[in-house]
């Protein structure tokens, strides 16, 4: 923390500053002396506490941008902010006490950036018409506030806190229509039942984000919006049940988020007319804790990420039946899959859902406890990371893993039905790292997993109390090995031959010190690792030297 005589100390010294930042110091007071600092141009206040800003920082007459984001404390800004004459950017996003804005801020006429604005009797947005970038509004009196007028706003936050319990958003929402060159629109805490015809005008709308709109059951006044988005962000909208009236024209979204919709079926109100529509030109898409969607617009083209959590397997499999034959089949190009609460109440033994995914880099399955069978492993010729996390009854044939060349990453962790590791995994024989954690039924390691592993992999085996020794192949040849939590492995572990520096893990030594003084200069070379390797050193509390 900062203090007022430390800091009043420094602005004495530095009187030609042109930017100053004091971001983060948990300042509650800001020293008359800031008033002094004529050729300021940028000042950063943010995450500070005070309550109010001294008067003297409006005889900035320099002053271009100032930052005060997350000051969530501050409730008042000086109110003869006319001082600020070459002012552009007003920063105040996140500061959540604030009041009132100063009712002078509509001769600020250089003004361009104003990203939270708190509407009240005393002030007014519209002498403000060069308003541009993103802007967030906070208020009940929408009536003042000439959005429409601005036509160099490019991003809008409308955002209701509702500590007053008012019902009359929709009337409030239906009076805050911007201008029609808005392009970011972010609407959080509205409770209206349906959202304004103006949403359907707004033709260069690009991106759209809403957020807890709790009655809202349709998004049909979106119908014409959507064939140009590119970012579509729905969240926690606990009554929304349909996205689209009808219409089956392919989109050209390229992220889509929809997370924590509980009531929500299908993209649109008759799913079965609809069933091939297509995101034409998608890279990223989330779908979390939908769990009756069943119906959404195939995304044969998805090439960047693709996260399935608390979702019914239907959206995943209908995309990948969709051309599971042609020269492209459908997510060929996928990069990043995750796998997150999986029902598999739909998916068929004998599918080989993996299939398609030749350009999959990384494959996350998480809490699929449910999911028993996943067939194409062996498909997976482009896959780096594979990590399985807590699917008690998943299928890991020894037959699949033979295609998994260019695998560096494996992670095996709480899998609490896993008795023994498949013998598959010599076959990877590019693998870098191998995780083996909180598996406490696992007994046995075959002696096949070291013998096609390279000198270079690094080991962890982490709480598996059930594990009483470890082949040979697997400990004598790797750069690092690295054992926790495994009390059966303590006697083996002390009685296996020492392994150069380079091949071990020094970990949780309390007493260690030096090795033995009397060694020839040749014994302790032999210990010594080699300038390109990596030793590592963990919990050694008196570790004093190595000599």
């Excluded at 070459?86 to 100063?102: A, F, G, I």
């Excluded at 604005?117 to 509004?137: C, Y």
């Amino acid at each position: 923390m900062l203090s007022w005589a430390a800091c009043d100390e420094i602005l004495s010294v530095f009187t030609r500053l042109h930017v100053l930042i004091l971001k983060n110091l948990g300042m509650k007071v800001l020293p008359g002396s800031i008033g002094d600092l004529k050729s300021l141009r940028y000042l950063d206040l943010s995450r500070n506490n005070f309550n109010k800003l001294p008067i003297c920082i409006g005889e900035l007459l320099h002053l271009q941008t100032l930052q005060l984001s997350h000051c969530l404390k501050l409730k008042e800004l000086p109110d003869d902010v006319n001082y600020f004459a070459s002012l552009r950017h007003l920063e105040v996003d996140e500061c959540t006490n604030l009041m009132h804005m100063p009712s002078a801020l509509r001769k600020l006429t250089w003004l361009r950036s104003l990203p939270h604005f708190v509407t009240s009797k005393r002030n007014s947005l519209g002498e403000l018409i060069d308003l541009n970038e993103r802007f967030k509004l906070k208020g009940s009196r929408p009536e003042s506030a000439f959005l429409k007028e601005k036509q160099h706003l490019e991003g809008l936050t409308l955002r209701w806190n509702h500590d007053d319990n008012d019902d009359q958003d929709e009337i409030m929402l239906k009076q805050l229509e911007p201008h029609q060159n808005l392009k970011r629109l972010s609407i959080i805490g509205y409770q209206g039942n349906q959202f304004p015809g103006w949403l359907s005008s707004l033709n260069n709308l690009v991106e759209i984000s809403l957020y807890k709109c709790s009655k809202c059951q349709s998004l049909s006044t979106l119908n014409h919006v959507l064939v140009n988005l590119e970012k579509l962000t729905l969240m926690s909208l606990d009554s929304l049940e349909f996205i689209k009236d009808n219409g089956s024209e392919d989109l050209r979204l390229k992220q889509v988020q929809i997370s924590d919709c509980p009531k929500l079926t299908s993209w649109w109100k008759n799913p079965e007319t609809h069933n091939t529509t297509v995101f034409t030109a998608i890279s990223e898409l989330v779908v979390e804790y939908c769990p009756k969607l069943v119906s959404l617009p195939l995304f044969p083209m998805l090439d960047y990420r693709l996260v399935l959590e608390s979702f019914n397997m239907k959206l995943l499999l209908n995309t990948l039946r969709h051309n599971s034959t042609g020269p492209d089949p459908s997510l060929s190009k996928l990069n990043h899959l995750t796998m997150i609460n999986a029902d598999e109440k739909q998916y068929q033994r004998e599918e080989k859902m993996l299939k398609n995914l030749t350009s999959l880099s990384s494959l996350d399955i998480k809490n699929c406890k449910a999911l028993k069978f996943i067939k194409g492993w062996k498909h997976l010729n482009s896959l780096e990371i594979l990590h399985i996390t807590n699917c008690t009854d998943i299928d890991l044939p020894n037959d699949e893993w033979e295609g998994l060349k260019n695998l560096s990453n494996l992670i095996i962790e709480d899998m609490s039905d896993l008795k023994s590791l498949p013998e598959g995994i010599k076959h990877l024989t590019n693998l870098d790292n191998l995780e083996i954690r909180s598996c406490p039924n696992l007994e046995v390691v075959p002696k096949e997993v070291g013998e096609g592993l390279n000198d270079f992999t690094f080991i962890v085996i982490d709480d598996c109390p059930k594990i009483a020794s470890l082949p040979e192949s697997l400990i004598n040849n790797f750069i690092g090995l690295k054992i926790g939590n495994c009390p059966l492995l303590e006697p083996w572990n002390k009685s296996r031959p020492k392994l150069p520096l380079q091949a071990s893990d020094i970990q949780e030594e309390q007493n260690l010190t030096s090795p033995d003084s009397n060694k020839t200069s040749n014994e302790i070379q032999n210990v010594i690792p080699p300038t390109n390797s990596r030793p590592q050193c963990n919990y050694c509390g008196t570790f004093a030297s190595l000599y």
